[in-house]
């Protein structure tokens, strides 16, 4: 009994030590993964902070480059603007200049008949070449902004609208018929830029109607001379009209209203009546 009963306590005490010793591996176990854990983050503490600074540098080196970048773009883009504007103001003087030679190849087909074939085959070159300034001058003023907004456009279109209507009425000898129908080719194409969203170019072509109404008023654009051998001075704008008169080459008369292909005019004694479109330059 006694042998049995001391083996009993002895188990016992077996089974106590291994339970301790159970208890104490878990222990172990845990306190090494946490002390593992703790270095862990230690160590991404201690690295956390240079990168972070790393970073920091880096965006900002791209904010610098981006700022530089931008920069770098502006000023190529004011350059353009700024040779754009002077291929403008060349253009403008070149098609200035080319006017001028139109009007005096005008005149000198008018003086010297002998030369006109050569002077009209120079005036249609003048001519091409004024209208290639033009269609450059518009083109260039598409790709420029803030030339002229659309408001100032429209006022300008509007503004030149009624110039060319005094023109309309004014205009009756060959001069002021011309610059009339350029009047009228500059406003048509001024309104095409206007509604294809150039306003520059719009305004561009608007503004060189006044120019044209201002060489009109220099001149007498009603002053009319007769050159046919002999024009029939009629009652009214008809063919069937009674003859009232008789007016004959290179004589004057002055322009007082148009219809279709005929003209009244008063004549140097101040007689009125219709001549035939065709009579008179």
Not at 84 to 109: D, G, Y
Not at 132 to 148: F, L, P, T, Y
């Amino acid at each position: 009994m006694t042998k049995i009963g001391s083996w009993s306590v002895l188990t016992k005490w077996e089974q106590l030590l291994r339970r301790c010793c159970f208890s104490l591996a878990i222990a172990m176990l845990i306190f090494t993964t946490g002390c593992a854990t703790m270095d862990g983050l230690f160590k991404k503490t201690e690295t956390d902070g240079p990168l972070k600074e790393q970073i920091a540098e880096q965006e900002l080196a791209l904010r610098q480059e981006q700022a530089l970048e931008q920069e770098r773009v502006l000023k190529q883009e004011q350059a353009a603007r700024q040779e754009q504007a002077e291929q403008v103001t060349k253009l403008q003087s070149r098609e200035i200049e080319l006017e001028r030679e139109v009007r005096t190849l005008n005149a000198k087909l008018k003086a010297d008949r002998v030369t006109r074939e050569s002077l009209i085959m120079r005036l249609a070159i003048a001519q091409a070449a004024r209208e290639d300034a033009i269609r450059e001058v518009v083109r260039i003023r598409a790709r420029i902004q803030g030339m002229a907004s659309q408001a100032e456009a429209s006022a300008m279109f509007a503004e030149a609208r009624v110039i060319l209507d005094r023109m309309e009425e004014e205009a009756f000898n060959e001069q002021a018929l011309e610059d009339l129908g350029l009047a009228r080719s500059y406003m048509a194409r001024g309104k095409g830029a206007l509604d294809t969203g150039n306003p520059g170019g719009a305004a561009y072509l608007f503004d060189l109607i006044p120019g044209l109404y201002e060489g009109i008023k220099k001149s007498d654009p009603r002053m009319l001379k007769v050159n046919v051998s002999v024009a029939a001075l009629r009652k009214s704008p008809v063919s069937s009209s009674p003859k009232i008169g008789s007016i004959y080459w290179g004589e004057s008369v002055i322009g007082l209203e148009k219809s279709k292909e005929w003209v009244k005019v008063r004549t140097s004694p101040g007689q009125t009546g219709w001549l035939m479109r065709s009579q008179v330059q």
